[in-house]
């Protein structure tokens, strides 16, 4: 069986990785290097130079944008159900000078729940961010919902209830201190992406910010045993994609 599944996933990487004038390892390898620190593409230009590799930092930026989405759906697979009690808040984002909105949520331990960068900032967005984190993980129920004060989450609570995406009406409630939680997390998310002038184009950013989630829920372990060290998390990633094991001792 395991013979099988890794020869399934050495299928799937040929093909993720084809037409590639790099390794694929190095791909993933620069890819999650920028998911998971504070470089730009030209700081990660220049620490493949350092290893006598030369890729300009617009083949970085292509990589990011191809292969985040994908690392963010398969490591998605490996989240831990939320425990019921979410909180949700929603933070500012600049793309192309203007602000945009990006809904998140975690739940009462901490671990990511869902998200969705949208351009407004209104009713219609917190329902569709609720059917979003409701979908996603359907068998989870939602028992406690905790929010700012915005007027948009009620109804949007009362929407999703209406539309049977919710077994049963959560308690909702409105308090400062318990959102300092979530409001600390979106710091974690942000400090990767670029300080000057932020995102150039809405899609590219949301793209991006798939692998920033990824990367972040994978450091954490899921929420099941704890922080991961990096090499266990290049070790995953290195599985999921079919690639052999790098940095061994």
Known sequence: ????????????????????????????????????????????????????????????????????????????????????????????????G?????????????????????????????????????????????DRIGTDGASTYPPAIVTARNDGLLARTPLHYVTKHLQQGIESDHFRVKKNMPRIGGFRCFHPARRIIQGFEALLCLREGFGFAGAWTVREQNHLLAVYFGLPAVNEV
Not at 108 to 137: C, S, T, W, Y
């Open 1 to 96: 069986m395991l013979s099988a599944i890794a020869a399934k996933l050495k299928r799937r990487s040929q093909d993720d990785f084809k037409g590639r004038h790099f390794e694929a390892a190095l791909i993933v390898q620069a890819v999650s290097q920028y998911l998971r620190y504070p470089l730009s593409y030209r700081d990660i230009e220049e620490l493949f130079l350092e290893r006598g590799l030369e890729v300009d930092h617009s083949t970085i930026n292509r990589w990011v944008l191809t292969y985040a989405p994908p690392i963010e759906r398969r490591l998605r697979t490996f989240r831990k159900p939320h425990c019921g009690s979410v909180r949700i808040d929603e933070t500012y984002i600049k793309i192309r």
């Open 98 to 142: 203007q602000w945009r909105y990006l809904y998140r949520a975690i739940d009462k331990h901490g671990n990511p729940v869902n998200f969705l960068l949208i351009a407004r900032r209104d009713l219609e967005a917190a329902k569709r961010f609720f059917r979003k984190m409701v979908e996603d993980q359907p068998l989870s129920a939602l």
